[in-house]
């Protein structure tokens, strides 16, 4: 079973760390949290491509670890939270998005997603500290 509140206490250190500027906001999967909203969006842990979960690291100190998803035989392994790389997430992300008679097509640029029509106008925009952010909040926006 994940423990997830210890799980939480080491995210929010993280995080406090980053808005005290001694962490740069360098993220390369999911939080715990974004992880989390994903799955309860409907996103299946199968496209999960990386985990969160304890592993032991010689000083018997239990830390967050990203790790490929899926075991040795191909399965999920029990007590595990599944993250997503960015590149998943963008894999993920539709290329074209149809309202009506216009398409809008995917569009990344300095942290910011969007789905632009022919003119440039935009009918769905994120942005955030980095990609990921980014992209899970579009995920909010346009839904799984």
């Known amino acids: 079973m994940v423990d997830f509140k210890r799980l939480s206490k080491i995210n929010q250190a993280d995080e406090e760390e980053k808005a005290e500027g001694k962490k740069k906001d360098v993220k390369n ?23 969160w979960g304890y592993f032991y690291n010689g000083k018997n100190l239990c830390v ?6 899926l075991d040795m035989r191909g399965e999920i392994p029990k007590g595990y939270v599944p993250a997503w790389s960015l590149t998943k997430l ?29 003119e440039g106008k935009a ?5 955030g ?16």
Request: proline share 4%; with cysteine; net charge negative.
């Open 64 to 69: 967050p670890q990203i790790r490929p998803f």
């Open 29 to 51: 999967c999911t939080s715990l949290e974004q992880s989390k909203e994903l799955l309860s969006l409907g996103l299946s842990a199968e496209t999960s491509d990386m985990m």
């Open 123 to 127: 009918l769905y925009s994120t942005g």
């Open 129 to 144: 500290w980095n990609f990921v952010d980014a992209a899970v909040e579009m995920f909010k926006k346009i839904g799984v």
């Open 90 to 118: 963008l894999d993920l992300l539709p290329d074209v998005i149809r309202e009506g008679d216009v398409f809008y097509t995917f569009s990344l640029t300095k942290n910011v997603i969007e789905y632009i029509d022919h």
